[in-house]
């Protein structure tokens, strides 16, 4: 479908926009390791969207945590390494949509996902700078390949999102999402010329924290305009010890 492509491209914008990235990187690294260090208990801290593993503080965790389980549907070079080096982290491939063997097909249905929602050893888990982009490469198949009309496109997102956020709500742990919820076009002066909602039209869980990414500066996907993201940061449960 193309993850592994995204998954490359991603890494190689890092490299170019490390300076542009570096406020949005260490704010989630920050509140990511504020959430953990609250929990009461720390056996295995359930890492998702870990691919690249940018924004996440992974030495840090590792250190407080018994088992560090890195998710995500590819695994880089980088996170490969850690896990060979480091004894108590693992790596899982997982697909965080639950879906993706019916999309494939041309089959919209959403499935909940309930990856280690039975495993009681999970004490924190991280949504990671994913819960938006879930709907994105099944969407860009969907329409590639099976023609779905605009507004099935905008259901089929709208219930991956939910699905995740509902997903993360079941975890007996302390949880935290990081999640872009808007995006901005700016102009050469840094007006904003238009916005749009990253979550299809779901509102995002109140949070406790938010900052701008400059994803992609004047030049990175076009010589007129910039992007930048709104992004959010909550602790959607803390039960962890209880």
């Not at 998954?7 to 504020?34: C, M, V």
């Not at 491939?93 to 929602?117: K, M, N």
Request: with cysteine; glycine share 4%.
């Amino acid at each position: 479908m193309g993850y592994l492509h995204q998954t490359i491209g991603i890494d190689a914008r890092y490299t170019r926009q490390r300076n542009a990235w570096r406020p949005h990187l260490e704010n989630s690294q920050a509140f990511i390791l504020k959430t953990a260090q609250s929990c009461k208990r720390r056996r295995k801290a359930v890492l998702m969207g870990a691919a690249t593993l940018h924004d996440l503080p992974l030495e840090a965790l590792a250190n407080l945590f018994e088992e560090i389980v890195l998710v995500d549907l590819f695994h880089l070079w980088s996170a490969r390494w850690l896990a060979f080096k480091n004894q108590n982290i693992t790596l899982n491939v997982c697909d965080l949509t639950a879906s993706l063997e019916t999309i494939y097909s041309g089959d919209t249905t959403v499935h909940e996902p309930v990856e280690f929602l039975d495993d009681d050893d999970v004490d924190f888990v991280v949504s990671a700078n994913i819960a938006s982009q879930l709907p994105l490469i099944p969407l860009d198949w969907l329409k590639g390949h099976f023609n779905i009309d605009a507004r099935e496109r905008q259901k089929f997102g709208e219930e991956i999102i939910s699905a995740h956020f509902d997903y993360l709500d079941k975890f007996r742990a302390t949880t935290c999402l990081i999640s872009d919820a808007e995006r901005v076009a700016l102009d050469k002066n840094g007006k904003a010329i238009s916005r749009q909602p990253a979550l299809f039209g779901i509102s995002p869980p109140p949070h406790q924290a938010s900052w701008e990414w400059d994803i992609a500066p004047y030049g990175e996907l076009n010589h007129q305009l910039a992007t930048r993201h709104i992004v959010i940061a909550a602790i959607l449960g803390q039960n962890s010890g209880t």
